[in-house]
């Protein structure tokens, strides 16, 4: 059988942890941020998890990660 692809557009987004889960970056923290309240975009830097439902997804585009 083949090697599956890895997803490339997925790979730059998402990094695996130690324990097996994804961490992701906030959304809406690139551009038009002079409107953006400096609260909202100091709370928008740190990295999150992805939401358990969506790791099996992930799991599918980053096979080798």
Same mark, same amino acid.
């Given at each position: 059988m083949p090697k599956m !692809?890895?997803?490339r557009g997925a790979a730059k987004r998402f990094k695996r942890t130690a324990s097996g889960g994804? !961490?992701?970056a906030h959304s809406f923290k690139n551009h038009i941020l002079? !409107? !953006?309240s400096t609260k909202r975009k100091r709370q928008l830097r740190p990295m999150d998890m992805v939401a358990d439902a969506d790791v099996p997804m992930l799991r599918r585009l980053l096979p080798y990660s």
């Amino acid at each position: 059988m083949p090697k599956m !692809k890895t997803n490339r557009g997925a790979a730059k987004r998402f990094k695996r942890t130690a324990s097996g889960g994804y !961490k992701r970056a906030h959304s809406f923290k690139n551009h038009i941020l002079t !409107k !953006k309240s400096t609260k909202r975009k100091r709370q928008l830097r740190p990295m999150d998890m992805v939401a358990d439902a969506d790791v099996p997804m992930l799991r599918r585009l980053l096979p080798y990660s």
